[in-house]
């Protein structure tokens, strides 16, 4: 009956989406595409009515959330992967640009409140912990509670979605402040680590990852985050920190930061595994830093160092993301995932990182099934790739970016990250 009801539910929200879409969102020149009244919209209304919880965070899948007593004790384990909360401020990092986007296109107010309700969900993510700086990954049953160990991969994206919003004309000025405010503190922390990302709980004192390494993912995001704070703020320490950070040379590098820039993510491929085939959702914060680097450099020696990474990337991507004609809709795979519980039965004290990563590879294959992976492989990352071309491109590649977006089906998806569909559509220029 429950089961029953929420596709109901899905479909009375997808239609009021459809309906209500504004017309204002098109003006009288331009023809309503294909991609505003399809894919685009139905993600839309399925990642709101089944992902994007009461605070504005979005949730990997629909499942049971952790516990106090489940983060405490780090169940499934202390990182928090594979649990309902594993990646949020990630994904509503990256995903509230989009937003900011959308609701500039159409003007619609149920757009504008979206943007306010997702940079609400960051806040909230940077105001729970007890550490200074930590960005949790999201909150359990309490609002409150989340898992010790946070990442860079969490903390860049808060920090892009949070820029795109206060330098959007969506919130008040008060508004403004308090997030610029707790912007600034966050880096500050961050600085005083050597940009290093704080843990709590267990692990106080310790960090998981950082911005300052020799790979093009650390040198671009750093970059980022130090001219995105001068942005924000306009104090000229943080133009300084960039204008020293582009022009050094990291560890374990020969090249300069920018320069490391230039090559693309292909600089990455020895470090990090199948990049083309399964890690292109960890790249898109990368792209979508570098497409920033490149509108707010004026340096034009700077600007195409920058400009030919972003260039690079989308080449490379463009073939990734034609995997999207292998998803099949009809698939029937397992996604045993949604019950965490039944599937990570193993469980041990984590003293240590390693530990709790030992414990993640943990799990019952049989009960997990195999349609997580099918999804990660035949949907995350061909529109993960579709959204990285689109930030570099000027709408050349419009007709393979909509094709991919709507190919899904998106009611029978059970994994948020195609969230990533509506960061394509959003970064390619508005239709004419």
């Keep these: 009956m429950n089961r029953s009801r929420n596709c109901v539910n899905r479909s009375c929200t997808l239609l ?6 504004p017309l204002s969102a098109v003006s009288a020149d331009e023809p309503v595409t294909q991609l505003a009244l399809s894919g685009v919209e139905q993600a839309h209304a399925e990642l709101w009515g089944r992902f994007v919880d009461s605070y504005g965070i979005i949730h990997d899948f629909a499942g049971d ?12 384990n202390a990182i928090g992967w594979w649990s309902p909360i594993e990646d949020g401020p990630m994904f509503t990092g990256l995903y509230l640009p ?17 943007a306010r309700r997702l940079a609400a969900g960051l806040m909230k993510c940077a105001s729970v912990s007890d550490v200074p700086g930590m960005i949790v990954r999201g909150v359990g049953t309490d609002g409150v509670c989340h898992y010790p160990l946070g990442s860079d991969d969490q903390t860049h994206p808060w920090f892009y979605g949070l820029h795109a919003y206060v330098m959007s004309d969506l919130p008040a000025a008060d508004e403004r402040r308090e997030i610029i405010a707790k912007m ?41 985050l130090l ?25 374990h590098a020969i090249i300069s930061r920018a320069e490391i820039c230039a090559e693309g993510y292909a600089r990455d491929r020895t470090a990090i595994r199948h990049i083309d085939t399964h890690q292109l959702w960890i790249y898109v914060g990368s792209q ?23 260039k690079l990337n989308a080449a490379q991507a463009l073939e990734s993301l034609k995997a999207y004609q292998k998803f099949d809709n009809q698939d ?27 414990l993640a590879r943990t799990g019952d294959k049989d009960k997990r099934g195999k349609r997580k992976s099918y999804e990660q492989v035949w949907m995350q990352n061909p529109l993960a790739a579709a959204a990285i071309v689109a930030l570099a491109d000027d709408g050349s590649h419009r007709d393979s970016i909509e094709a991919a977006i709507n190919h899904y089906d998106y009611s ?20 004419k």
């Design 288 to 310: 979508a830093s570098l497409a920033q680097l490149v509108a707010l450099e004026t340096d034009d020696k700077l600007r195409t160092l920058y400009r030919t990474g972003l």
């Design 184 to 224: 600034k503190t966050v880096a500050n922390v961050l600085e005083s680590t050597g940009w290093r990302c704080p843990a709590d709980g267990a692990f106080k004192g310790q960090f998981r990852g950082g911005y300052t390494g020799h790979l093009f993912r650390d040198a671009v995001r750093y970059l980022y």
């Design 16 to 21: 009021l989406a459809l309906l209500l879409t």
């Design 65 to 76: 959330l952790p516990t106090p007593e489940d983060c405490r004790l780090g169940k499934p």
């Design 332 to 358: 029937t795979k397992v996604f045993g995932n949604a019950d965490w519980r039944a599937v990570y039965t193993t469980w041990f004290p984590q003293k240590t990182q390693a530990d709790a990563e030992r």
């Design 227 to 251: 001219r995105a704070m001068y942005d924000v703020t306009g104090e000229q320490i943080w133009l300084d920190r960039y204008q020293a950070a582009q022009a050094g040379i990291p560890e």
């Design 98 to 114: 989009a937003i900011c986007e959308r609701a500039r296109r159409t003007g619609d107010p149920v757009d504008k409140e979206q």
């Design 412 to 431: 029978k998806l059970n994994m948020a990250t195609f969230f990533f569909a509506e960061c394509a559509a959003y970064a390619l220029p508005a239709p």
